[in-house]
T-cell receptor, first 115, second 116 residues
Framework: AQKVTQAQTEISVVEKEDVTLDCVYETRDTTYYLFWYKQPPSGELVFLIRRNSFDEQNEISGRYSWNFQKSTSSFNFTITASQVVDSAVYFCALIGTDSWGKLQFGAGTQVVVTP | EAGVTQFPSHSVIEKGQTVTLRCDPISGHDNLYWYRRVMGKEIKFLLHFVKESKQDESGMPNNRFLAERTGGTYSTLKVQPAELEDSGVYFC??????????????FGSGTRLTVV
């Protein structure tokens, strides 16, 4: 069985602060993909990043960075110098090789950035 | 390219009524998925179409839910009769391959269903 845990329900920060969202996953598959999606107030799910299980290289995209650590089954997401537009719900998700059709999502973390 | 389109964006119905949600995937995407998020919980898989065939419907909660994809184009998800616990946001996603190895899935904006 696969599971994704996002222990943080809500994080509130003041603009320009950094915020890190935790994601811990469980899977028996050796090959799997991890994703982060953003759901802004408008409702759509916006793809942010995909990482496969063989690529542990961390990635930075502008103010976003991701830290994938296979040893701890974690795929954490950091927003540097947060902005009000970053306010959204962020979901971590997993696909394993035995469930290519299904994304297993975490419960999501609501990020609130105040001016 | 047009994205995944869902409508209505919002629907408020009374318990016992019927509601039909529609999803138009990206043109040429054979794979179409339905997910839903209820009561602020995690987004859960409902079912997966490959063209017009149901590849996996293991996430469908009960027989009050009926999904179709006639002709392998758009899909509908009918809830009949609706119950209070069906309230939530229903997402549709599509992909050319499964999964799309570059971008995961392309999701629609969702339909927010409220059953009163």
């Amino acid at each position: 069985a696969q599971k994704v845990t996002q222990a943080q329900t809500e994080i509130s920060v003041v603009e320009k602060e950094d915020v890190t969202l935790d994601c811990v996953y469980e899977t028996r598959d050796t090959t799997y993909y991890l994703f982060w999606y953003k759901q802004p107030p408008s409702g759509e799910l916006v793809f942010l990043i995909r990482r496969n299980s063989f690529d542990e290289q961390n990635e930075i995209s502008g103010r976003y960075s991701w830290n994938f650590q296979k040893s701890t089954s974690s795929f954490n997401f950091t927003i540097t110098a947060s902005q009000v537009v970053d306010s959204a719900v962020y979901f971590c998700a997993l696909i394993g090789t035995d469930s290519w059709g299904k994304l297993q999502f975490g419960a999501g973390t609501q990020v609130v950035v105040t001016p | 390219e047009a994205g995944v389109t869902q409508f209505p964006s919002h629907s408020v119905i009374e318990k016992g009524q019927t509601v039909t949600l529609r999803c138009d995937p990206i043109s040429g995407h054979d794979n179409l998925y339905w997910y839903r998020r209820v009561m602020g919980k995690e987004i859960k898989f409902l079912l997966h179409f490959v063209k017009e065939s149901k590849q996996d419907e293991s996430g469908m909660p009960n027989n009050r839910f009926l999904a179709e994809r006639t002709g392998g184009t758009y899909s509908t998800l009918k809830v009949q009769p609706a119950e209070l616990e069906d309230s939530g946001v229903y997402f549709c996603a599509s992909s050319h391959t499964r999964p799309d190895r570059r971008y995961g899935y392309t999701f629609g904006s969702g339909t927010r269903l409220t059953v009163v």
